[in-house]
């Protein structure tokens, strides 16, 4: 059903527009992300308003986590879903543990990482979601017992130190934080990588 705009509504609504176009001129860019943008304008111009806007597959693998608490900085345009490889279903999510005695007893992040990159047997992950499945499969609604990092090749944050998302329990709920990469965490970190399965696990 059709409704009559009042000459104030389409002054607020024109407004609004006004304000886009002009954060699209500035000279220093647009300071949001412009491909949400588009995608948004797109599904008003169909009439589907943000309430009725589909949730992303990011968007629902977060909500299957039950985490209390996410990064802002945790978002699918800096840290995008990884695409289903052909030989998915060959590999699982691990948990690996360095207790090796000439780490002692903290684990450099830098040099953990390129031990797992070395590592044949295991793959760093190439997105969070196989990782986020895998704590919605066994951490969801139940308080996990020490800290996991989702290991990839990630961006670097503003300090220019590449960071590394982290699942940890605060405060009796599950959160989701972003950790620098230089940095030295305790052995009882996790860190979630990939295994190729067993002939007995296939």
Request: hydrophobic letters at 35%; a neutral charge.
């Amino acid at each position: 059903m059709a409704t009559i705009v009042t000459g104030e509504q389409y002054m607020g609504i024109d407004g609004k527009l006004y304000d886009i176009k002009r954060q699209l001129r500035q000279k220093d860019g647009y300071p949001f992300d412009l491909r949400r943008l588009d995608r948004a304008l797109q599904a008003i111009v169909e009439g589907k308003f943000p309430s009725e806007v589909e949730p992303s597959t990011f968007q629902k693998l977060l909500a299957a986590c039950w985490l209390g608490y996410v990064d802002s900085h945790f978002s699918e345009e800096r840290f995008p879903l990884e695409q289903i490889a052909p030989d998915e279903d060959e590999w699982e999510v691990y948990e690996h543990h360095f207790y090796e005695p000439h780490f002692g007893s903290f684990v450099d992040g830098e040099r953990a990482l390129k031990e797992l990159e070395a590592m044949r047997v295991c793959r760093l992950l190439n997105g969070p979601r196989r990782a986020m499945e895998f704590f919605a499969r066994h951490h969801a609604g139940i308080q996990v017992g020490h800290p996991l990092i989702i290991t990839g090749h990630w961006e670097a944050k503003e300090s220019c130190d590449r960071v590394v998302p982290v699942f940890d329990c605060r405060y009796q709920q599950n959160e989701l934080r972003l950790e620098r990469l230089r940095r030295h965490f305790e052995q009882r970190y996790g860190w979630l990588v990939l295994r190729r399965k067993t002939a007995t696990q296939k």
